[in-house]
């Protein structure tokens, strides 16, 4: 093959050569975000913040049209509070930023600055990691009657874990987040409560971020530190890897207890209250670039793009420049007359002093769903010459300017609908009933000995496990493979639907099972 005749990507390394290492670059040629002075937290840069903007506030209208309304609570947390749940404290001690000073005096004759030994807090207070116990105490004063339930509060804020290893969106020390808590009088309510913002989650991924889910409980060991229950959604990367997209988690009453949440019953009896709380990132982002993109860079869902379209001038001279202008002006008005859903539709016109062929590559790597390209003999026609993001970079086609205001919406549309269409054929060509060990542990082993660079292989496992701890860690530590959930949702019309909830026995130890759990390697 010549040298011009080679495949080109606008991604190097593709995908199947290091996965990784492609996804660093997506971040970076899509201009979303980038590592920080400080270790472990990133600048999130305007294309990736207004993707998180677009996240936010479709969550936070579905969150609202389910009875949520939002407040906001301090970044500091007393140690004692965090101490006050025992497997809550456990969880998360070990990743916990610690304020200890007040105030910084000059360290000497050197110069410098630092922490005046004078000025030593009583109390450390701890940056938050989760806000379940600074909420807990403010709903201990805000509820004592049933009549004051339920409470439905969401939280957007952003919470610290001390990472070692990070990854732009996927893990950072600092991240946003929306956390939602509740309480209830009866448990029942508020395992209700658990199960529909999964729904809600759940319907989120799908629809606007076009990834599918599965979603269901998690085994006891992949619980939340203090929960009684914990759901989430779990979608599969391109590396065929799972991503935890969201969680819900029946608290029972232990927070309630050890916050002191305590209600007058109908009958005048005092009891605790039920809580729930539930919990999405800007992790969400980076499942979004592992779930679209490809090797040209990122692919934004239309419902999420900061822009639907993007329209750029081509001209040879400067005499048929203002033509040209005047044409792409009017005909961006015309599609933000328009609405995708309920917003209406972005526009951006490129009118930078650079090549075609480079805004060209731009507005692919960042991953704008609609290019147009507007020259002299285009305004002459009346016509728009139309690419797609879900197609080859190179194809493009000629529309009359008509046809394409006209039908704009359906495109964005039917790109929408596509994206999902073919995440959800990865998932399913990627997943599969397992029943033997050996098969079990071959699906899970790369064939290349490369530990740096592993092949793409693997997928979701839908395997009998017999409920017990011991198998689970079995497996975890052998193949690094665990429970992602036990599935109730997710799976419909997919050909193994039906032999989710058959008998069988444990992948690990033979003993029997009532039903398959889906096993992967997971983020
Ligand atoms: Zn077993």
């Not at 910084?104 to 806000?131: C, Q, Y």
């Not at 359906?410 to 009933?433: C, D, F, K, S, V």
Request: charged fraction near 25%; charge should be neutral; include cysteine.
């Amino acid at each position: 093959m010549a040298k011009n005749d080679a495949p080109k990507t606008a991604i190097s390394p593709t995908r199947q050569e290091d996965y990784a290492e492609w996804y660093q670059q997506v971040v970076r040629a899509a201009d979303l975000a980038e590592n920080s002075p400080v270790r472990g937290c990133m600048v999130i840069k305007p294309w990736g913040y207004a993707i998180w903007e677009n996240i936010q506030r479709e969550l936070d209208a579905m969150f609202k049209a389910t009875g949520h309304r939002n407040a906001y609570f301090p970044l500091l947390i007393p140690k004692s509070f965090l101490e006050k749940e025992a497997e809550h404290v456990e969880g998360f001690a070990k990743e916990c930023a610690v304020v200890t000073h007040h105030r910084l005096v000059a360290a000497g004759p050197g110069g410098g600055l630092i922490p005046d030994p004078k000025a030593v807090l009583e109390e450390p207070l701890i940056i938050r990691p989760t806000s379940e116990t600074i909420i807990g105490a403010a709903f201990a004063s805000w509820v004592q009657s049933y009549r004051d339930l339920p409470l439905l509060i969401n939280q957007w804020s952003n919470v610290v874990r001390w990472e070692l290893r990070t990854r732009l969106f996927l893990r950072t020390t600092e991240f946003l987040w929306q956390e939602g808590h509740t309480a209830h009088a009866t448990a029942d309510e508020a395992r209700a409560e658990t199960r529909q913002m999964l729904e809600v989650y759940a319907t989120f991924a799908e629809r606007f971020m076009a990834m599918p889910v599965l979603r269901g409980p998690k085994t006891a060991s992949e619980r939340f530190p203090g929960a009684v229950d914990t759901f989430a959604i779990e979608a599969m990367m391109q590396d065929r890897k799972a991503l935890q997209a969201g969680t819900s988690h029946f608290l029972g009453q232990n927070f309630a207890r050890a916050s002191g949440i305590k209600f007058q019953t109908r009958e005048e009896t005092e009891e605790f209250a039920w809580t729930t709380s539930w919990g999405t990132s800007t992790r969400l982002v980076g499942g979004l670039i592992m779930t679209h993109g490809d090797d040209d860079g990122l692919i934004v869902p239309p419902r999420l793009a900061p822009a639907h379209v993007v329209i750029w001038p081509v001209f040879r001279g400067d005499e048929t420049r203002g033509q040209v202008l005047a044409y792409i002006d009017a005909l961006g008005s015309e599609l933000r007359a328009q609405r995708l859903g309920d917003r209406p539709l972005e526009v951006e016109i490129d009118k930078r002093d650079l090549r075609g062929g480079d805004k060209q590559w731009d507005w692919v790597k960042k991953g704008v769903p609609i290019r147009l390209e507007v020259g002299p003999r285009d305004v002459d026609a009346g016509a728009v010459m139309v690419a797609r993001r879900d197609r080859s970079p190179r194809d493009k086609a000629s529309m009359t300017r008509a046809e394409f205001v006209g039908r704009a919406v359906e495109i964005l549309e039917e790109i929408q609908r596509g994206l999902l269409a073919r995440a959800l054929a990865y998932r399913n060509e990627h997943t599969r009933p397992i029943d033997a060990r050996d098969e079990f542990e071959a699906f899970f082993t790369p064939k290349s000995k490369n530990e740096e660079k592993p092949e793409i292989h693997g997928g979701f496992a839908l395997s009998h496990w017999c409920g017990e701890a011991l198998c689970e860690a079995t497996v975890k530590d052998a193949l690094k493979v665990t429970i992602r959930c036990i599935p109730e949702g997710g799976f419909e019309g997919a050909p193994w639907e039906g032999r989710i909830a058959e008998p069988g026995a444990c992948v690990v130890c033979r003993k029997p099972s009532q039903r398959r759990v889906v096993f992967a390697k997971a983020y």
